[in-house]
């Protein structure tokens, strides 16, 4: 299973990326509220998964894009061996998962609440958005490459245009 958590792509560099994507979402600003509500999914226990939720925290907390789309941009860590998903999502009001390298966990648990909520999902482990996670950042070459499962995206409730969709490996 390790081959499954491996990020080709630096959190430093997926962050800047994933808040660009989210601006090619059509239906971005009718889904979410006043705020655009992160919920970054990880096992404190599984060390790579905290890592990962360390720096996504840092690097979000550094960067110098605080919206998108006009919209305030806010994170909310979600550590799902202790947390109910469903649970979280309606007492944070969360838009968007980011999920972090999850040991000896199926893509499904978060699947399952973010089709029922709506919940555009975002990662930087390319084989998750194969399982069923809508966006992912992947590798070609030497650069980054934006990885969109339609199907999946679509069910979460994600529009995204053209112009994006043409840049993207696209899974439909």
């Given amino acids: 299973m390790s081959r ?3 990020m080709a792509v630096p959190v430093k560099v997926q962050i800047p990326l994933f808040l660009k994507i989210l601006t090619f979402d059509r239906k ?12 970054i ?5 599984f060390r790579r998964s905290l890592n990962v939720k360390n720096k996504f925290v840092d690097m979000m907390d550094e960067s110098s894009i605080k919206k998108a789309e006009d919209v305030p941009i806010r994170q ?3 550590d ?5 998903l469903a649970g979280a999502v309606s007492r944070n009001n969360i838009d968007i998962f980011y999920v972090a390298p999850l040991r000896a966990l199926g893509v499904k648990i978060v699947t ?14 390319p084989d998750y958005v194969e399982s069923g996670l809508a966006v992912g950042i992947g590798i070609k070459g030497e650069k980054p490459r934006v990885i969109i499962n339609l199907p999946a995206a ?3 409730g994600a529009d995204f245009s053209s112009q994006l969709l043409k840049l993207a490996k696209v899974i439909e």
Avoid: F, H, M
């Fill in 80 to 84: 799902i061996d202790k947390t109910d």
């Fill in 4 to 6: 499954a958590e491996e």
């Fill in 28 to 39: 971005l600003k009718a889904r979410v509220g006043n705020e655009i509500v992160i919920g």
């Fill in 76 to 78: 909310v860590p979600i």
């Fill in 112 to 125: 399952g609440v973010s089709r029922a909520e709506q919940i555009l999902t975002l990662t930087g482990v």
């Fill in 154 to 156: 679509k069910a979460e």
């Fill in 41 to 45: 999914v990880y096992q404190r226990k």
